[in-house]
């Protein structure tokens, strides 16, 4: 493996559980292969879908953990068509309940020919290791399977009994539960990437299946490779269709324009008034854009490299970047129909249509945002186009710890996460991402702790043709998860 990050040797206090991880890597990488074989995209690939639903199935049932197995493996369909897979172990009387999250699904690989090998293939190049899905999410989905059989390995070493026993079975000498009498739920869905909304209502139709005191959602990542980070904020999304219409049809550019109303133009109009021409920052009226981010600063320059900015290229420079990307709103034009280029003909354009992300910091209501920006574009129409706004469902932001409030979960995760690193603290950021079954979590169960946090570096390239995971991140995740399961209480 490539050495060209420095990772720092974890605390001397978890060596023997430290050893327990890397002894479970070559199973890990075996895994992953076979997860990344599966093209499993929800909606487009249906039989790679349910293979990959199946293997996960198989996967949780063999964990060797007492109370696990396949009779604590439940399948269960959802309401968008796709499956996620539960396994439940109760907690014994007085210790609580910890659910493990991550998903299956993954993004389409798009052209191949962009990528340096397969998608499909699980391929280690200079220390990482690529393929569609190494790193979101199913390198996470890895970190859980280590980090209980690298903490079952632990004890059947320890006890000299293999399969330890059972959380109430008090007649196998010698032998101890790995978890203590915790209790562990598993939750692996499969429809993540386009929405997730066949967990959210399942979430909110059977609370039971995710009813847990601490929440790890592993589908999150650290500033950068070898540096422990908590994501405690997400920004909301509240995306809307702007259509323009001017004409009947589209009419000759050289006979009618310059007279005729373009509703290209008046599109672009509208869109241009969402962001300031100097600045970058955004405008639509009545927004708040006086957020700042109290937490790990987002210095300029790795911002570029993280974000790719070609030479020469500015970012927005109408705050630090943290402000901008955790805790402003922020516009983005996701797509526009109008003529392509190649074929163009000379016509003034009768419609025009365009897709609106907005996303909404912790604070803000997305209806309401929504709502102002809605009104925002009404009020811009050029010549009295007609302007028509069609809103998309939205996703709420999500704090993990309430302002100003502390968290003995995140304490507790903190400091697994810094000791598996060696590392002196841990990263707090943001992340302009949504991943709204946070909120439906915490609607379901208000009193649980949600934590967010994985494998997902920025040099994973996730989403983007060549993602990959660092294979160590992959171990010492898994040895925060191991030790914060063996000390919560």
């Known amino acids: 493996m490539s050495d060209s990050t420095p990772f720092a040797t974890p605390h001397p206090g978890l060596a023997p559980l430290a050893d327990a991880v890397g002894a479970q890597l070559d199973r890990a990488r075996t895994d992953l292969a076979d997860l990344v074989a599966l093209p499993s ?3 487009a690939e249906p039989e790679a879908c349910a293979q990959a639903c199946e293997l996960v199935r198989v996967m949780l049932g063999e964990l060797p953990v007492p109370g696990l197995g396949p009779d604590a493996v439940e399948v269960v369909e959802t309401s968008d068509g796709s499956r996620a897979v539960f396994a439940h172990r109760p907690a014994a009387p007085g210790r609580p309940t910890v659910l493990l999250y991550s ?6 690989a798009g052209d191949p020919a962009e990528w340096t090998t397969s998608p499909w293939e699980l391929t280690e190049r200079d220390g990482r290791w690529y393929g569609r899905g190494a790193a979101d999410c199913k390198g996470n989905l890895v970190v859980h399977l280590t980090a209980l059989r690298a903490l079952a390995a632990l004890s059947e070493a320890a006890s000299g ?13 010698g032998s101890t539960d790995p978890l203590d009498g915790l209790g562990i739920r598993l939750v692996v869905e499969g429809s993540e990437e386009t929405g997730g909304g066949g967990l959210d209502d399942l979430v909110a139709s059977r609370p039971d299946l995710v009813a847990a005191d601490a929440i ?3 589908d999150s990542g650290n500033v950068s490779a070898g540096v422990p980070t908590l994501t405690t904020s997400l920004r909301g999304i509240a995306n809307l269709v702007v259509v323009v219409d001017t004409l009947e049809a589209g009419v000759h550019s050289g006979q009618f324009g310059g007279a005729a109303p373009d509703a290209l133009g008046a599109l672009i109009s509208i869109l241009a008034s969402l962001r300031d021409p100097e600045t970058g920052a955004t405008t639509v009226d009545g927004l708040d854009f006086t957020g700042r981010w109290t937490g790990q600063p987002y210095p300029e320059g790795r911002f570029r ?3 790719g900015i070609l030479d020469g290229v500015d970012p927005s420079s109408a705050a630090p970047v943290a402000d901008l990307v955790w805790s402003r709103p922020a516009v983005t034009v996701l797509g526009v129909d109008c003529p392509p280029v190649e074929g163009a003909i000379a016509a003034v354009q009768p419609r025009a249509r365009a897709l609106v992300n907005l996303r909404v910091p912790p604070g803000t209501d997305p209806l309401e945002a929504q709502e102002l920006l809605a009104a925002h574009i009404e009020r811009r129409r050029p010549w ?3 302007v028509r706004v069609e809103k998309e469902t939205v996703g709420h932001p999500f704090s ?3 302002a100003g409030g502390s968290d003995p979960v995140h304490d507790l995760l903190s400091e697994c996460l810094a000791q598996a690193y060696g590392a002196a603290e841990v990263a707090q950021v943001g992340s302009g991402g949504s991943i709204p079954l946070c ?3 915490r609607e379901a169960h208000p009193g649980a702790s949600i934590a967010l946090f994985g494998v997902e570096d920025p040099a994973a390239a996730i989403h983007s043709p060549d993602e990959s995971v660092d294979p160590r991140e992959i171990e010492r995740i898994a040895l925060a998860e191991a030790a914060f399961l063996q000390r919560l209480r």
Not at 103 to 108: A, F, L
Not at 161 to 173: F, H, K, L, M, S
């Open 41 to 43: 995209v929800h909606g």
């Open 103 to 108: 998903h299956y699904d993954v993004q389409p």
């Open 161 to 173: 009994a293999p399969g330890g026993r059972g959380i109430d079975d008090d007649e196998a000498p």
């Open 216 to 218: 790890l959602i592993v």
């Open 305 to 307: 490299s993280d974000a």
């Open 384 to 386: 009295n186009a007609r």
């Open 400 to 402: 993990t710890v309430p």
């Open 439 to 441: 909120t439906a979590l």
